[in-house]
């Protein structure tokens, strides 16, 4: 009896591992990342002149301050388009400053110095229209492209036509690294169905010994 009893109880405990095993595939499956499009044949002419369709963009951003001594994390509402920028910063659900742009020249109400307003301001807006520079020179890598400019250089993926890194040199000549990560693509009513669909939902601000992570949580696109 008691072994009959083990057998029940070892069979009922298999079919138990045997669903949870199910259930967990099928849940990996409907969370799997989409596929990014195939882009093999698209040539950097044809994604400029998709990109150029872009005017301005709206963004939902979580960033993290990384000052070497302190961490301060926030959300950010970011608007941009050629001419104008507005970013307001919020900690814990209140307004914690705000950094603008317009026609060159950038105020901040930010609890930070006018230099590290003026690298997040050009960091963010170059991050998202790095393609607005006018490029001199392009060099063709066996796996991405290297566009150089007279103040930054980019490194594009050959497999996603999305950046890579970006160096920035500011007016005063520091310097402003950007890493790209994480594709995303739009939300459903962004769609176009072109390559454009997609963007680097995370991006990586790094000057002198200072830091600023973001992470796009959503964008707007506004397109001619």
């Not at 138990?16 to 849940?27: D, E, G, P, R």
């Not at 970013?87 to 026609?103: N, Q």
């Not at 000549?173 to 072109?194: A, H, R, S, W």
Request: glycine fraction near 6%; charged fraction near 25%.
């Amino acid at each position: 009896m008691v072994l009959r009893g083990l057998m029940r109880y070892l069979t009922y405990l298999h079919k138990i591992l045997l669903c949870a095993v199910t259930i967990s595939l099928l849940i990996s499956c409907a969370t799997r990342q989409l596929a990014m499009p195939d882009v093999k044949d698209v040539n950097l002419e044809t994604l400029f002149s998709e990109l150029s369709r872009i005017k301005g963009v709206e963004a939902s951003i979580e960033i993290e301050f990384d000052k070497g001594d302190a961490v301060i994390n926030g959300d950010m509402f970011l608007k941009a388009d050629d001419t104008n920028l507005t970013i307001r910063l919020y900690y814990l659900g209140f307004p914690a400053g705000e950094i603008t742009e317009k026609d060159g020249e950038i105020k901040n109400t930010m609890k930070i110095s006018k230099r590290k307003a003026h690298m997040i301001a050009q960091g963010l807006k170059r991050s998202l229209f790095w393609w607005k520079n006018p490029f001199t020179q392009v060099i063709d890598n066996p796996d991405s492209y290297t566009l150089i400019g007279n103040d930054l250089v980019v490194s594009i993926d050959k497999k996603t036509l999305l950046p890579r890194t970006q160096t920035v040199r500011l007016p005063d000549g520091e310097v402003v690294d950007i890493t790209y990560l994480e594709p995303k693509q739009v939300e459903p009513e962004q769609k176009t169905g072109g390559i454009t669909d997609w963007y680097q939902s995370s991006v990586i601000l790094s000057y002198q010994n200072y830091k600023a992570s973001t992470r796009i949580n959503s964008l707007t696109i506004f397109r001619e």
